[in-house]
């Protein structure tokens, strides 16, 4: 996601982006989850992401939701969830990525692709073969994250399949087995 200065350091992200495990209900994720509500409310004029989603399913081994955390602060968040069919673009072993956030003082500084990596990892360690997302075109720099990394347009699915301006891409993974980490 766009925004947010640059000292003009190159900051590792590998080394400073602490990926922690929480429950889709804890605090601090559904403040962060109601601040990308308002940041989706001002991009799209509208209520927010109404796509239905239910806490438990962002709970291994069916999901993961994870905070990035840099020098001990909450930067960004995101999750997945199984998506076993259920819509005619989605298949048998989908991880749909939902609530990907990065807080806009953080922003420009790689979080949201180390992020998006690690939700991949997670996904690929609990045996799903195909990550796929939603996303708006008034959200570019969201596209351009996807995009550069490695996903490809897919038919668009679930709550935003008939709406024009939604955009769809998946992302093959390869399993590395399973496991609740």
């Known amino acids: 996601m ?3 200065g640059s ?6 992200v590998r080394t400073t982006l602490d990926l ?3 429950p889709f209900d804890h605090p601090l994720a559904l403040e ?13 004029g509208d209520e927010g992401d109404a796509t239905p989603v239910d806490t438990a399913e962002f709970a291994p081994p069916r999901g993961r939701f994870l905070i990035a955390w840099s020098d001990d602060e909450p930067v960004a968040c ?3 969830r199984a998506r076993d069919g259920g819509d ?3 298949r048998p072993g989908d991880a749909e990525i939902k609530r990907m956030y990065v807080r806009e003082a953080h922003r420009g500084r790689g979080f949201a692709r180390a992020l998006l990596a690690g939700l991949e990892r997670s996904a690929a360690a609990a045996g799903r073969l195909r990550c796929v997302l939603e996303t708006g075109t008034a959200q570019p720099e969201a596209i351009a994250l996807y995009l ?3 996903y490809e347009r897919m038919p668009n699915f679930g ?3 008939d709406y024009p301006n939604s955009r769809c891409f998946a992302k093959s993974i390869e399993p590395i087995g399973r496991s609740d980490h």
């Open 148 to 150: 550069s990394s490695g």
């Open 32 to 44: 962060m989850i109601d601040e990308l509500q308002r940041f989706y409310q001002q991009r799209y």
């Open 78 to 80: 995101g999750g997945w």
């Open 20 to 22: 922690r495990p929480t």
């Open 159 to 161: 709550t935003y399949r």
């Open 88 to 90: 005619p673009a989605l």
């Open 7 to 12: 000292t003009g350091e190159h900051t590792d």
């Open 2 to 4: 766009r925004g947010g």
